[in-house]
């Protein structure tokens, strides 16, 4: 069984409550007792962010967002496929 932990830095869809969105493709940055820290273009347009400018040569920043687990709906991540003989060979 995955944890959300072991998730972290990869992509997984979630479903937010009160969203018109049926779902978000987000990157899973940390996870707190309260919720999840997610990185998204959607969410950032969502949210109203508009990126600052850097001056040349500086790194580029992606905002990462807190989302509390009140507001989410679901949460998919995507799991390698396991039959029986998968299994079997283990």
């Known amino acids: 069984m995955q944890s959300l932990n072991s998730l972290i830095g990869k992509e997984v869809s ?3 409550l009160r969203s018109e969105e049926s779902s978000y493709t987000v ?5 707190e007792q309260g919720g999840i820290w997610i990185e998204s273009r959607e969410i950032e347009k ?8 850097r001056s040349k040569g500086a790194p580029t920043e992606k ?7 009140s507001s989410l709906f679901f949460l998919i991540a995507s799991s390698v496929e396991l039959d029986e003989r998968t299994l079997q060979g283990m």
């Open 46 to 53: 969502l949210m109203g962010h508009d990126a600052k400018k």
């Open 14 to 16: 979630i479903t937010l």
């Open 63 to 69: 905002p990462v967002f807190f989302i509390p687990f």
């Open 27 to 31: 990157t899973l940055h940390g996870v």
